[in-house]
């Protein structure tokens, strides 16, 4: 049989990458940033209304990711052992409730521009994008010659 170059190592759970956790603390890191940075150029560059939706569309981001990872785990170490954990739709449809409400009532007092508030709560993606951008850069680095 042919083995390649890897086939010693032990497979399993160090062949993933590295802990989610540090790669959820990344992507959270990284949409503050990505938040700031725009906030800040809006802030020269653009009127206030749409530094303020993209203020508020990001804060609103970075508010739904907290919550949604809180909720889950929540629901998933409550669980009792060998049974599915049972989720309560409530918390999922309140926290789109809160944003929906938060996104509406300030583009009714006009202090948000609706469009920068949008882009906003979209920063997340480039968080993602980043990830996977520096998850690339590591494959292809850390390739082994076969």
């Given at each position: 049989?042919?083995?390649?170059?890897?086939?010693?190592?032990?497979?399993?759970?160090?062949?993933?990458?590295?802990?989610?956790?540090?790669?959820?603390?990344?992507?959270?890191?990284?949409?503050?940033?990505?938040?700031?940075?725009?906030?800040?150029?809006?802030?020269?560059?653009?009127?206030?209304?749409?530094?303020?939706?993209?203020?508020?569309?990001?804060?609103?981001?970075?508010?739904?990711?907290?919550w949604?990872?809180?909720?889950?785990?929540?629901v998933?170490d409550?669980?009792?052992?060998?049974?599915?954990?049972?989720?309560?739709?409530?918390?999922?449809?309140?926290?789109?409730?809160?944003?929906?409400?938060?996104?509406?009532?300030?583009?009714?007092?006009?202090?948000?521009?609706?469009?920068a508030?949008?882009?906003?709560?979209?920063?997340?993606?480039?968080?993602?994008l980043?990830?996977?951008?520096?998850?690339?850069?590591?494959?292809?680095?850390?390739?082994e010659e076969t």
């Open positions: 049989m042919s083995e390649g170059a890897d086939s010693a190592r032990p497979r399993g759970a160090s062949d993933a990458g590295e802990d989610p956790r540090a790669v959820e603390r990344r992507v959270f890191r990284d949409t503050c940033a990505a938040v700031l940075i725009a906030v800040a150029a809006s802030a020269i560059l653009a009127p206030w209304r749409v530094t303020t939706g993209l203020l508020l569309g990001g804060l609103l981001s970075l508010f739904n990711m907290y949604l990872r809180t909720s889950v785990s929540a998933f409550a669980a009792p052992e060998g049974r599915p954990p049972r989720m309560k739709a409530a918390r999922y449809v309140l926290r789109y409730v809160f944003v929906v409400a938060a996104v509406v009532i300030a583009n009714a007092l006009g202090v948000v521009s609706l469009v508030t949008l882009a906003g709560m979209c920063m997340v993606v480039a968080a993602l980043a990830e996977g951008l520096r998850q690339l850069y590591f494959a292809i680095v850390r390739r």
